[in-house]
């Protein structure tokens, strides 16, 4: 059997033979993963660079709560290891060993001890192994590419349907609690299920707080009021444009809100282009044609990263919550 060298060659290698849109896993980021999470946060504990302590706890507090979080110990995340220092590392994301250790693996141990070294080291030198083989650091390397990694599946697919709305948003509601929302998500109802709610899940999961009607409003709520209520909690609107939306009398009156504030100085318009065209998007408004929106086509995935890049912007919240290779 060829051996595997998992480095960057051998995964664009199989991102490429499988078809997929990223080379790179799209959601390697503290906020989208547990695992890529768990990951980097041990690393910073180990000697690596670590995650400032205020948003490391702040991230383990939120995904211990998780339904992705793992739930035993054979599922967990580990770096075990003697008194000279870490020498294996258990359930790792693929994405983390390699910015660390130049490897896409989920399981990597080192020779333990001088002798064991030693001993690698003759059998490479009498099989001529090359210098970049990684068997001259690693007793046992196990590769992994990130569509094989057991989040991927259940990240990839419909799954924030299922998950339950976050805590932050109802909390929220009566709007004379203080609570500020990042976005708020103007939309169509007829966009909910193909878009809009996979979109507010995935914008949650990167850390923001996101003001979306079914999280927000319960029975009896005065729509409009809340609406209003929402609008000014708001950092920033995110509009979702459709057919639909263009049809609809409620999101042109957002929109109304959402330019007053603009003409004010501030950007807090974030367009969406959900199966429309710059042309319909002109006949609609030519004053949102004229914004760069983001193409639904590239994904829910990419688009909330490119939200939260332009919120981030803002410097309300920190670097590490986009990933730039999904981009």
């Given at each position: 059997m060829k051996r595997i060298v998992p480095d960057f060659a051998w995964y664009?290698?199989?991102?490429?033979?499988?078809?997929?849109?990223?080379?790179?896993?799209p959601f390697a980021s503290v906020h989208a993963c547990p695992r890529y999470y768990q990951s980097l946060s041990l690393l910073g504990k180990s000697g690596c660079t670590a995650i400032p302590k205020d948003e490391d706890d702040a991230l383990k507090t939120r995904?211990?709560?998780?339904?992705?979080r793992p739930a035993t110990g054979d599922q967990e995340t580990g770096i075990f290891g003697g008194s000279d220092g870490p020498n294996g590392y258990h359930n790792f994301c693929p994405e983390v060993a390699y910015d660390t250790f130049r490897l896409f693996a989920t399981y990597l141990g080192r020779h333990v001890g001088?002798?064991?070294?030693?001993?690698?080291?003759?059998?490479?030198?009498?099989e001529g192994a090359s210098p970049d083989d990684p068997r001259w650091n690693w007793c046992s390397v196990v590769p992994q590419h990130y569509v094989e990694c057991p989040l991927y599946s259940t990240l990839s697919h419909d799954w924030p349907k299922l998950l339950p709305p976050p805590t932050a948003a109802p909390s929220a509601a009566s709007g004379s609690s203080g609570v500020r929302f990042d976005v708020f998500i103007s939309?169509?109802?007829?966009?909910?299920?193909?878009?809009?709610?996979?979109?507010?899940?995935?914008?949650?999961?990167?850390?923001?707080?996101?003001w979306y009607d079914e999280w927000t409003l319960t029975l009896g709520d005065s729509l409009r009021q809340k609406i209003d209520e929402g609008l000014l909690a708001s950092d920033f609107g995110i509009l979702v444009l459709s057919k639909d939306f263009f049809a609809k009398p409620w999101p042109k009156a957002e929109l109304g809100g959402l330019f007053a504030r603009e003409m004010a100085g501030h950007k807090?318009?974030?367009?969406?282009?959900?199966?429309?065209?710059?042309?319909?998007?002109?006949?609609?408004?030519?004053?949102?044609?004229?914004?760069?929106?983001?193409?639904?086509?590239?994904?829910?995935?990419?688009?909330?990263?490119?939200?939260?890049?332009?919120?981030?912007?803002?410097?309300?919240?920190?670097?590490?919550?986009?990933?730039?290779?999904?981009?």
């Open positions: 664009l290698a199989e991102s490429t033979r499988l078809g997929l849109k990223s080379p790179r896993c995904w211990e709560k998780h339904p992705l001088e002798i064991d070294r030693d001993f690698a080291a003759t059998l490479l030198q009498k939309h169509a109802s007829e966009d909910k299920d193909d878009f809009v709610r996979p979109l507010a899940a995935a914008l949650t999961l990167l850390g923001l707080k996101v807090v318009i974030l367009p969406v282009w959900h199966n429309v065209t710059h042309g319909q998007v002109v006949q609609f408004s030519p004053m949102l044609a004229d914004k760069l929106g983001a193409p639904t086509n590239e994904g829910v995935e990419i688009v909330a990263n490119k939200i939260y890049e332009a919120v981030r912007q803002s410097a309300r919240l920190p670097a590490i919550g986009i990933d730039s290779k999904a981009n």
